[in-house]
């Protein structure tokens, strides 16, 4: 078992592993969210869009009230290892930041839910919700495993999977910002869309920078 297992394992750590499981929970939830906001836009919902949108912002600022809480329980711990204790508040972090960009990739599809994109492009877009959405199911897997190292070696090869799908899809709607301009009659959506791409990519780059430093601390021994 790592060392990160053994300390998690004591009864006086568990505190930590039980936040650290319901903050992966709220991300979830997030992502899971985001599906049905980018499903409204592409049908053309905006007031589900806006309850999901919403939704996803209540779901987020728990996650943060929850990190706040990891993050406190963790330093006033008496974990032995201050370097375990660093890394175990950056991975925290990093997750937590992942999330934030859910929030950012709704927040700007409101702002261009009157901009309808061309059905191939909202597939994809759709698409890559999914992927945001899956990170995060792998994420809690991780989390509620912590103690099975080999278990997250391989889902860190699942992220990585997801992160290189991603960069295709951002690849294929580059590629279509001139037909998506011609769509959208507004230089000004196409520059929000940019926006959602690029924190739908970040999302992904950064969950698999969580998921790598969740792997370090289970490698450690």
């Not at 919902?45 to 919403?54: D, G, K, L, W, Y």
């Not at 877009?125 to 999914?130: K, M």
């Not at 080999?150 to 690849?171: C, F, P, R």
Request: glycine share 4%; aromatic share 6%; with cysteine.
């Amino acid at each position: 078992m790592s060392l990160l297992g053994e300390y998690l394992s004591m009864r006086k750590y568990n505190k930590i592993h039980d936040l650290m499981v319901s903050h992966v929970g709220r991300c979830r939830a997030i992502g899971d969210t985001l599906i049905k906001v980018t499903s409204a836009w592409t049908a053309g919902n905006a007031e589900e869009a806006q309850i999901n949108r919403n939704m996803i912002n209540i779901e987020e600022k728990s996650a943060d009230d929850i990190e706040d809480e990891i993050i406190r329980e963790i330093v006033t711990s008496p974990l032995p290892d201050a370097r375990i204790r660093e890394d175990l508040i950056s991975f925290v972090r990093t997750l937590d930041a992942s999330a934030g960009g859910v929030k950012r990739v709704a927040s700007n599809i409101m702002l261009i839910i009157d901009y309808p994109l061309p059905q191939k492009y909202a597939k994809i877009v759709d698409l890559a919700a999914g992927l945001v959405s899956d990170l995060f199911k792998h994420m809690e897997k991780a989390i509620q495993n912590i103690m099975r190292g080999k278990m997250i070696e391989n889902l860190v090869d699942k992220v990585d999977e997801l992160e290189n799908q991603m960069d295709a899809y951002y690849s294929d709607l580059k590629q279509g910002y001139y037909e998506i301009e011609s769509s959208f009659q507004s230089a000004a959506a196409l520059i929000i869309l940019d926006h959602v791409v690029r924190d739908l990519e970040f999302c992904l780059d950064i969950g698999e920078n969580a998921i790598n430093l969740l792997a370090g601390l289970t490698y450690r021994r």
